[in-house]
């Protein structure tokens, strides 16, 4: 019983050392900010673009063609929905 409690308290201590080392971002070099900024930049666009092609249909009469041309519009900006 003794050798069980030394074994799930030293896997506890484990898990809580690895955390911080798993929670690290590991990201590409040092473009990783800048990458991110880019690649937000360009969803941000999207983003906008479609909302404003979807705006036109009213979610109350027209939520299936609303929410279908936000995703189509979003694909064809390479971006997920």
Do not use: F
């Not at 409690?5 to 040092?30: D, E, S, W």
């Not at 906008?48 to 027209?62: F, G, L, M, N, V």
């Amino acid at each position: 019983m003794k050798m069980l409690q030394v074994m799930v308290a030293g896997a506890a201590l484990a898990a809580l050392v690895a955390a911080p080392a798993l929670a690290q971002n590991q990201g590409i070099g040092g473009a990783a900010p800048q990458l991110n900024t880019e690649m937000n930049a360009a969803r941000e666009s999207a983003l906008r673009d479609c909302t404003e092609k979807s705006r036109k249909y009213s979610e109350s009469t027209w939520g299936d063609m609303q929410m279908q041309t936000q995703r189509s519009c979003m694909a064809e900006h390479g971006q997920p929905e």
